[in-house]
Every structure is written in C-alpha cells, then in structure tokens.
C-alpha cells in the first residue's frame, strides 16, 4: 500500500497567514506542493526539481518580503532550510556579473531577474556556478518585467516552482482599512471609505494608524465620513495629476475601440451609452443592468471593465470605474440565513461601479427552495434597491442565461439591456494571438500565420469553442515548447516563435486530446 502524505495543523496555520498579505494568497496550493515535495523527496519518492521559485511580482508595492517570510517560516518548519534570512543579491557595477559575495548564512538568495540580461552568458554561466556552490539554499527569481515567456527561457531550468505577487486593488485597500479599524475596535462610516482608500496603500496604512491613533488619543472610538474625507483630501497633488493625465491618454472609449472585432457590440455600448445619458439629462435615470450572453472568451469580461469606466468618466456612476467579478455560486453562502447576507455585501462592494456575475446560470436550482432561489431572490431585491448606484451584468452561455432569466419573472424588469457577443473569426483570433506576442515581446517568424489561421478554422468547429480564451491557452503552451527548444538549442533568440515551435505544440495538442477521448470512451 503506497503512503499518504498530508499536510499537518501547523502547515495549514502558516500556509493562512497569507490572508493577511494582499496578492499573494493565490500561491496557497504551489506552497502545499512543495511541502509534498518535501515529504517525497525526503523518502526518495521523487528524484527531480529543486526548491528555486520564479516569482512574478506585478505589485508596486513591497510584499516579496512579506510574502517570503511566510514561506521561510513553512520551509524551516519542513526541514527545507535551517534559518529565514534572505539575501537580495547585488551587483558590484553595471557591467559586473552577479555579486558573489552574498551572505553566506542566508537560506534564501533573492535574484531579479532583470539582472540577469545585462550580460546574458557570463550571468546564466555565474549564476549556475553560484547555485552549484550554494546546493542548500533556495534561489528566488523575482521577474518584475512580468514577461513570462522571455523569463521561463533564460531560467525556467534552474527553477522547478512558479508563483505570483499580484497588485494590490481598491477593494483589497478598503478591505484593510475594515480590518484595521474592526480590530481596534473603531465604528467607521462605510460611505466614504472607498474615497478614503483610493490612493497608494502606503499611503492609506498611514493614515489609517494615524485615524486610529488620534481618535484613541482624544478617547473616541467613532470614525465619521467627515475624518475619512478629510484624509482623503490629503492625496498627492502629484499623483493625482499624473493619474488624470494617464486617464487622457487613453478614456474608456479609446479602450473600447481598441478592442479586437466586436463591432456590432461596440456600436450596442454606444446607443445604451446615448440613451442613458438622454434619459438622466430627462431626469429619468433607467436601470443600468445587463445581461451578456455568448461563448467562453468572446470579450464579455473585458466590455464589463469599459463599462464601468464608462459610467464612471460620464458620471453616470458615482465611482471610478470600479469593477467587481465573481461566480455565480460565489453568492450562495454555506448555511442557512447567510446567502441573503453575503448577496447584500458583495453588492456593497461595488457600489458606484460594475457587478460582473460570470456563469450566473449556476445559481438555477434542481430543486424549489434551496439557497439558489434565495440568491436569487435577494439580488432581484439588490438590483432594484441600487438600479441607480451600481450596474450588475449577468454572464453566460446564450440558452443557459435563457434559462436562469425564467427562473423569476423579476429579472424581466431589472434587466434593461442584454447583449449577445459572436464568437470571433479566425482572422480576429490570429490577430488576438499576434496582440499577445506584442504584449509579451515575442516575435513570430513570417511562415506561422497560415498554420495558425488552419488551426483557428478547426478550432471554431468545437462545441462551446473558448475564442479569445483558447488562442491563449494555445499561446501558453506554444511559449513552453518555444522555451524548450531555446533552451536546448542554447540559442540566444530567446524572442522568436518560429513555424516549428507552434507545430510541436498543435500535434502535442492533438495527441492529448486523442488520449483524453479514449480514457473517456474506453
């Protein structure tokens, strides 16, 4: 009988303490593999890998510490290192190679990435000599520029685990701003509190310990709207600034148009936009609801952020172009009395921006009665309540949406607009997949197009095709062998996608889902 391997209390107590670092919870399961991998490791179980992590940090803020910290502490506690100090590795001059005069008694080597491309043979060739010295330290990539192509290439053999530190958002910043004051015991006025964290978080954690200090101090334990808004009003004239010019740069608008295909729905968004602004200026606000129908991929998601941009630059919404997504079933609680509760807060949430319910059909019901129908029943109540506060956008496939909209004639009334998005031609898929190279700094050679465009025509056959969502699952995976081959080839043209990288990639595809179909079918 072969052994089980299990994480224990202790693991679990500090794999959670991520909850309390914005971006980084996401990683919770990459740090339970690697406590597996310990544990196999150690019985000899398994005989590959290493412990080196590719983290990539698309935060403005400075976590990669924080974040590390926790995953010292669950490393120390496996036996992985013996202590938690971690070195951040420096160069002695621009045209040096990576210092090597690191601490020697860290157990954590901190490399960005960024370093490394200055010089890329003396840097990969230092680095393979550093990490050849230094077997039972853990070396972490931080890859700032967040290409992951470009990164998983030049080091995606020295590295066995992959992680992300994302940004932090507006409602991460409001939801530290309750934490704080709930566990200090203050009462705070939730009105003005998105105001009150709409500026850089180093800013907000400041004047929230400076709120709590001062009311303290003068023993009062209530934060009204006018402390919050005066401590609001104290942003960086600078930042501010530079925020608007940005917002100039490129409106909503600008994105919408932007954006690949989509036209018939670009021109839909145009005459809802024209006839909302109509009815305000008749003193007859209409419900801002919708209901986006179509296939996986299709622009849906994006055309939602727009529209709360939108609504935001046309004042039509109080707020900035908030945008709050979740599933479905992310408003149906697990007992009895809390669905109603937790429909209620996450609508809260975005007030004054856009309430994108991806998958709402998952809230139809098998039976009469269940938590699904008080959802339900609740968010029709929300959706009248707020109809001029907030725009909530249910999201699906055509016939299923079809069917969660009979579930209760009340959704007839609230929903004002519903939209239907095509799939895209292959021509609007090759050029979706070009995008991404673009965004990614790749470079496609000149004979990938036809194989391309053959694949998409094929592709679109499939029941439920995944569109934009499909080119970049096939992105993905083309990058992985495109990176294999660089590697292998020890080639420095780390940015070139050549005809061969995207047909390895299709056949491997193909294989897969032959093998797939005969596992299914027997």
């Given at each position: 009988?072969?052994?089980?391997?299990?994480?224990?209390?202790?693991?679990?107590?500090?794999?959670?303490?991520?909850?309390?670092?914005?971006?980084?919870?996401?990683?919770?399961?990459?740090?339970?593999?690697?406590?597996?991998?310990?544990?196999?490791?150690?019985?000899?179980?398994?005989?590959?890998?290493?412990?080196?992590?590719?983290?990539?940090?698309?935060?403005?803020?400075?976590?990669?510490?924080?974040?590390?910290?926790?995953?010292?502490?669950?490393?120390?506690?496996?036996?992985?290192?013996?202590?938690?100090?971690?070195?951040?590795?420096?160069?002695?001059?621009?045209?040096?190679?990576?210092?090597?005069?690191?601490?020697?008694?860290?157990?954590?080597?901190?490399?960005?990435?960024?370093?490394?491309?200055?010089?890329?043979?003396?840097?990969?060739?230092?680095?393979?000599?550093?990490?050849?010295?230094?077997?039972?330290?853990?070396?972490?990539?931080?890859?700032?520029?967040?290409?992951?192509?470009?990164?998983?290439?030049?080091?995606?053999?020295?590295?066995?685990?992959?992680?992300?530190?994302?940004?932090?958002?507006?409602?991460?910043?409001?939801?530290?701003?309750?934490?704080?004051?709930?566990?200090?015991?203050?009462?705070?006025k939730k009105q003005g509190l998105r105001d009150f964290a709409d500026q850089p978080f180093w800013k907000v954690k400041n004047n929230v310990m400076q709120l709590i200090i001062e009311n303290k101090a003068n023993g009062n334990n209530y934060i009204n709207s006018e402390m919050l808004?005066?401590?609001a009003e104290k942003v960086n004239k600078n930042i501010r600034r530079k925020r608007n010019i940005k917002i100039e740069k490129q409106n909503a608008k600008e994105e919408l148009d932007e954006l690949i295909g989509l036209t018939g729905i670009k021109e839909e968004i145009s005459k809802?936009?024209?006839?909302?602004?109509?009815?305000?200026?008749?003193?007859?606000?209409?419900?801002?609801?919708?209901?986006?129908?179509?296939?996986?991929?299709?622009?849906?998601?994006?055309?939602?952020?727009?529209?709360?941009?939108?609504?935001?630059?046309e004042k039509i919404l109080s707020g900035n172009g908030e945008f709050v997504e979740i599933h479905g079933r992310d408003l149906v609680a697990k007992y009895v009395g809390w669905t109603a509760q937790n429909v209620h807060d996450i609508v809260e949430k975005a007030i004054g921006g856009?309430?994108?319910?991806?998958?709402?059909?998952?809230?139809?019901?098998?039976?009469?009665?269940?938590?699904?129908?008080?959802?339900?029943?609740?968010?029709?109540?929300?959706?009248?309540?707020?109809?001029?506060?907030?725009?909530?956008?249910?999201?699906?496939?055509?016939?299923?949406?079809?069917?969660?909209?009979?579930?209760?004639?009340?959704?007839?009334?609230?929903?004002?607009?519903?939209?239907?998005?095509?799939?895209?031609?292959?021509?609007?898929?090759?050029?979706?997949?070009?995008?991404?190279?673009?965004?990614?700094?790749?470079?496609?050679?000149?004979?990938?197009?036809?194989?391309?465009?053959?694949?998409?025509?094929?592709?679109?056959?499939?029941?439920?095709?995944?569109?934009?969502?499909?080119?970049?699952?096939?992105?993905?995976?083309?990058?992985?062998?495109?990176?294999?081959?660089?590697?292998?080839?020890?080639?420095?043209?780390?940015?070139?996608?050549?005809?061969?990288?995207?047909?390895?990639?299709?056949?491997?595809?193909?294989?897969?889902?032959?093998?797939?179909?005969?596992?299914?079918?027997?």
């Amino acid at each position: 009988m072969l052994k089980e391997y299990n994480l224990d209390a202790e693991d679990e107590k500090i794999i959670d303490e991520l909850d309390n670092l914005f971006g980084v919870i996401q990683n919770k399961e990459v740090l339970k593999n690697m406590v597996m991998y310990s544990k196999l490791r150690e019985d000899n179980e398994v005989k590959f890998g290493n412990y080196n992590i590719i983290i990539r940090n698309d935060s403005s803020y400075s976590l990669l510490k924080d974040f590390l910290n926790v995953c010292a502490k669950l490393f120390i506690k496996n036996n992985i290192i013996p202590n938690d100090k971690i070195c951040f590795l420096k160069r002695k001059s621009n045209s040096g190679t990576l210092d090597m005069l690191i601490d020697t008694d860290a157990s954590i080597i901190v490399i960005n990435e960024r370093k490394v491309y200055m010089d890329y043979e003396k840097e990969i060739d230092s680095l393979k000599k550093l990490m050849k010295t230094f077997k039972d330290k853990i070396f972490i990539f931080e890859d700032t520029n967040y290409c992951e192509g470009q990164t998983d290439a030049v080091l995606g053999n020295l590295a066995s685990w992959r992680m992300t530190i994302e940004k932090i958002s507006l409602d991460d910043k409001i939801m530290y701003c309750r934490n704080m004051f709930d566990e200090n015991q203050m009462k705070y006025k939730k009105q003005g509190l998105r105001d009150f964290a709409d500026q850089p978080f180093w800013k907000v954690k400041n004047n929230v310990m400076q709120l709590i200090i001062e009311n303290k101090a003068n023993g009062n334990n209530y934060i009204n709207s006018e402390m919050l808004k005066k401590k609001a009003e104290k942003v960086n004239k600078n930042i501010r600034r530079k925020r608007n010019i940005k917002i100039e740069k490129q409106n909503a608008k600008e994105e919408l148009d932007e954006l690949i295909g989509l036209t018939g729905i670009k021109e839909e968004i145009s005459k809802i936009l024209n006839y909302i602004k109509l009815n305000k200026e008749r003193g007859k606000m209409p419900t801002l609801h919708m209901c986006f129908t179509g296939n996986p991929g299709t622009g849906k998601t994006s055309v939602a952020r727009i529209i709360g941009k939108l609504f935001s630059e046309e004042k039509i919404l109080s707020g900035n172009g908030e945008f709050v997504e979740i599933h479905g079933r992310d408003l149906v609680a697990k007992y009895v009395g809390w669905t109603a509760q937790n429909v209620h807060d996450i609508v809260e949430k975005a007030i004054g921006g856009v309430l994108f319910i991806d998958e709402a059909y998952s809230l139809i019901s098998e039976r009469k009665g269940g938590f699904e129908d008080e959802a339900i029943a609740t968010l029709i109540k929300e959706m009248e309540d707020h109809r001029e506060e907030v725009c909530i956008i249910l999201a699906g496939y055509t016939e299923e949406m079809k069917e969660l909209l009979k579930e209760n004639p009340g959704f007839e009334s609230r929903i004002q607009f519903t939209i239907n998005f095509p799939d895209y031609t292959e021509e609007e898929l090759y050029e979706i997949f070009t995008e991404l190279c673009k965004k990614e700094k790749y470079r496609l050679s000149n004979n990938c197009k036809e194989i391309l465009l053959e694949n998409f025509r094929k592709a679109k056959e499939q029941e439920c095709f995944g569109n934009g969502r499909y080119v970049r699952n096939i992105f993905e995976k083309i990058k992985f062998e495109q990176a294999d081959r660089i590697v292998k080839a020890n080639s420095k043209n780390i940015n070139i996608i050549t005809k061969q990288d995207i047909q390895n990639t299709l056949n491997l595809v193909r294989t897969n889902s032959r093998e797939t179909r005969r596992v299914i079918g027997f």
